[in-house]
């Protein structure tokens, strides 16, 4: 599969996070719900990775366990603060934020780390494609205060979300498979997150509708999208696949007009377009330069 497609379409995936919760109990809550996505899709990804590494099991490294551990709290760390950032500044701000951080966040520190700086092609891509998402989530017409320690939340959730890009590559640069490189972080994730349970209400899981729920955050928005996701990560570099998954705010914004019946203002139809033009920039763009790697 095309490294570009595998990465929108994990996005897409991701994207369906926000209508699933919609559609799911009432009762349920966004940390109850993050955490139902680690444990149940990291362990998952984490078994996976374990049925179809067959003989080419080895003990890990130390740079590997290193590099396990610091993706895996980069996953834990996600969720709590993105959820601090969009209770403390509404989920429109929240989100641009971290989703419009995460992709420059991403680039600066492969910059750091690999002396690498991104092409202008990324530098094009991400400014249209960050401004898209600022423009649909209706940060403009906000007109509120921003609250610091929100702010930094959504910061936080950004730089989460490239620590465990970045490990994530970094173990398939170091011979991992992708199946394997995400099985370890989520797994790992998996495990630090069961103490957690303690302080969520998961009392909403036990119904049909929130088991349904739960087998749809782990299974499709985890399971299969990180799968994609690392897919796309072997092929391409690290700050490139921040960019594309731009889409999933993108999917999420369809989704709602089209699942869950809600109305866009002409903004949000104009933040669609955008988001649109600065993934296609990025995706026919960098076609050529994808390297086919053999799993």
């Not at 490294?3 to 991701?14: I, K, N, S």
């Not at 996953?75 to 951080?101: D, K, R, W």
């Not at 299969?224 to 999917?251: D, W």
């Amino acid at each position: 599969m095309n490294p570009h497609l595998a990465v929108v379409l994990a996005a897409v995936c991701f994207g369906s996070t926000g209508t699933a919760l919609a559609l799911g109990p009432e009762t349920a809550t966004p940390f109850s719900a993050g955490l139902a996505r680690i444990l149940v899709g990291g362990g998952l990804l984490a078994a996976f990775a374990w049925l179809t590494s067959g003989r080419s099991r080895t003990a890990p490294t130390p740079a590997v366990l290193a590099l396990t551990v610091v993706g895996a709290l980069g996953v834990l760390a996600y969720q709590p603060t993105f959820f601090l950032g969009t209770e403390a500044n509404g989920v429109a701000v929240g989100t641009v934020v971290a989703l419009g951080s995460a992709p420059v966040l991403t680039g600066l520190l492969e910059w750091i780390l690999t002396r690498r700086p991104p092409g202008v092609l990324w530098v094009v891509a991400t400014v249209v494609a960050t401004s898209g998402v600022a423009v649909l989530s209706g940060v403009f017409d906000a007109g509120s205060t921003i609250d610091p320690v929100g702010l930094l939340g959504s910061l936080g959730a950004g730089l989460s979300y490239a620590v465990y890009t970045l490990a994530g590559k970094a173990l398939i640069d170091r011979g991992m498979s992708s199946r394997s490189s995400m099985g370890a972080m989520f797994g790992a994730a998996a495990v630090l997150a069961v103490p957690l349970l303690a302080f969520a209400d998961t009392g909403w899981m036990a119904s049909a509708s929130g088991a349904v729920t739960v087998l749809w955050l782990g299974i499709v928005t985890t399971t299969v999208a990180y799968l994609l996701f690392g897919a796309g990560l072997r092929r391409l570099r690290a700050s490139t696949v921040s960019t594309l998954t731009l889409a999933e705010p993108l999917t999420a914004t369809m989704l709602g007009l089209i699942v869950l019946q809600e109305r866009l203002a002409f903004t949000s139809v104009v933040g669609l377009v955008v988001v649109a033009a600065g993934i296609a920039v990025l995706s026919l763009g960098g076609r050529r330069r994808a390297v086919p790697v053999a799993e």
